[in-house]
Structure formats: structure tokens, C-alpha cells
């Protein structure tokens, strides 16, 4: 379910003092450089107003919100990375936030005036672009039923048979083959190891790392799991998205100890690489808790 009032916030149980104390951080930083934040965006709310034409995207998280296969293979998927491997969560709750994320952050670089080119190249409409947007980030982990390791690449056939069933609700033959290559090309470049060719595809694999909050590692944390992805997790109190200037949106990412320093400087900026995405975002990561020990205050990508 895309919209759901308290989606990322009742797995994170984050503190609004802590969200204020970094909003006082970055409003620091703004006034250093002269940028001044705009909206902050946490979760796609198909009622509002948009920078896309969004009857069509919203059609279609609605269809998602009811599919009882899609609903099953989020649970079974969370089965090998947290129950078997201890690792951070990859279920239900990681694909709503991630898809509310790129939502969020492709409305924002809309708003900015960036120029989409998957559907456009494919000679779709720009009411598709969203639509590969929302697709692809929910089924981006579907892989994870047949093992963690490598499961981009599994997620690839098991998300080709669901999309002939659930495109065949919305297009026509030839539609459906390019909505289908685009939505697979999301998937497969959520992984680093494959280079988005679509400011779409970059959408999605910035937003999957885009889920770094505490919550994420709450249950591996829990059954003693101490590796670095759920350490570093467990360190990210709250991430959120503003436009500023221009197409530039502003991720900003509050921080309470050093060790979420590893999930902004290698996992999301792994993922900012080679994206498409690198002239449209700034980074900013800021240890909301102060104190004279603190090794980092104030990390920008």
C-alpha cells in the first residue's frame, strides 16, 4: 500500500525533536551557502496535486494495493535477507518506503523541470514515466524468494511473468513490451553492478538506498545481528527530501552517531554514482546528537 498515514514513521518510531534538530542543522548550512530549502516530501499522496499527469501511476498503485500475488511474494521475499541472513528488511514495509521515496524524489525533479527519457524514448507518454517508476520499485526484490545473493538478477524473470498480468490491465500489445523493458531495465540497475540508461532507473536505485532509517535494522538488530549494514541503520534517525534551487533536491539524512556515516558515504553514494541523478541531488548528512566526543558533525556529498 503506497499511502499510509504513518508508513515510514511507525517502523522508525523517529522523534520530532530529532527531525527539528536537523532541520536547524541544515538551515545552518543553507545560510552558510546561500541555498534555502523548499517542500519536504516523505510519501506519495495519490489525492494531491502533481507535476505529472498522475490518473494513470495512481490507477495502478491502487491495483498494486489489492493484488494478492504481489502481497504474497513481498512476505515470502523478506524470508532469506532477514530471517536466514539477518539482514536488514527487504519485505513490505522496505518496498512502500522505497516507492513512496522515488515517487517523492521524481515529483520533485519534475517540479525542477528535468527531463525524463525512458518512456519518451520508447515513444510512451509521459504519464508512464511514473508508472515504471512505481512498478519497478515494487518489484525491484522479488528475487530475494530464491536467494540474497545476487538477487537482482532472479528478480528479473519473476517480475517479467507478473508484469504480463498486470500491464495487460492497462495496455495494449505493443505498449505492454516497452512498458515491460523499461520497468525490467529499474530492476536490474537497482543493483551497482549495472549502470541505469534512464533517468527513471535512476530514480529507483537512489530511492532503495534511500531507506536507511533506524527502522529498516530494528529486527536483525534485535536477534543480536551486529554487521555493519545494521549497525550503520540503526544510526539514521530520519531522511527527507526538498526541492531548493532549480532541478537540485535535498537529501537530508539526521544522524546519531558515526556509524551512519557508512550508510551515506558508501551505500547511498554507490548508488548516487552512475545514476543519471548526480547534477540533481545534494547530499547532506548531520549528527543531530552534539556532544564534545562526536567524530562527525556534518558530512555533504
Do not use: W
Request: proline residues 3%; contains cysteine.
Amino acid at each position: 500500500m503506497v499511502e499510509d498515514s504513518g508508513a515510514d514513521e511507525s517502523r522508525d518510531s523517529v522523534e520530532d525533536t530529532d527531525a527539528e534538530e536537523l532541520r536547524r542543522g541544515i538551515r545552518r548550512a543553507s545560510e552558510d551557502d546561500g541555498t534555502e530549502g523548499g517542500v519536504e516530501l516523505r510519501r506519495y499522496d495519490p489525492g494531491r496535486e502533481h507535476s505529472f499527469p498522475d490518473e494513470r501511476v495512481n490507477a495502478v498503485l491502487e491495483f498494486i494495493r489489492t493484488d494478492e500475488e504481489i502481497g504474497v511474494y513481498l512476505e515470502a521475499q523478506n524470508v532469506n535477507p532477514v530471517t536466514r541472513k539477518q539482514y536488514n528488511d527487504h519485505g513490505p514495509k522496505h518496498v512502500e518506503i522505497v516507492r513512496n521515496r522515488a515517487l517523492c524524489l521524481y515529483e520533485l525533479l519534475k517540479r525542477g523541470g528535468v527531463e525524463f527519457n525512458g518512456a519518451r524514448e520508447q515513444g510512451l507518454e509521459e504519464a508512464d514515466e511514473p508508472v515504471i517508476i512505481a512498478l519497478a520499485a515494487t518489484l525491484h526484490d522479488i528475487g530475494h524468494v530464491v536467494h540474497r545473493d545476487d538477487h537482482p538478477y532472479y528478480s528479473i524473470p519473476l517480475a517479467a511473468d507478473m508484469l504480463d498480468r498486470i500491464l495487460g490491465e492497462f495496455y495494449d500489445l505493443e505498449e505492454r513490451v516497452r512498458m515491460k523493458g523499461e520497468i525490467l531495465h529499474a530492476i536490474i540497475c537497482h543493483h551497482t553492478e549495472e549502470d541505469p540508461l534512464t533517468l527513471e532507473a535512476g530514480v529507483v536505485r537512489v530511492s532503495d538506498a534511500l531507506d536507511m532509517e533506524r527502522g529498516r535494522s530494528r529486527q536483525p538488530y534485535e536477534q543480536g545481528g551486529r554487521g555493519i549494514n545494521t549497525v550503520s541503520s540503526q544510526a539514521i534517525e530520519r531522511v527527507m527530501l526538498r526541492d531548493v534551487s532549480g532541478p537540485t533536491v535535498l537529501v537530508e539524512i539526521a544522524m546519531t552517531n558515526a556509524a551512519g556515516v557508512f550508510q551515506v558515504d558508501n551505500l547511498l553514494k554507490a548508488k548516487v554514482e552512475n545514476s543519471g541523478l548526480e547534477e540533481y541531488l545534494r547530499i547532506v548528512a548531520i549528527n543531530s546528537h552534539h556532544d564534545d566526543k562526536q567524530i562527525v558533525e556534518r558530512i555533504e556529498l
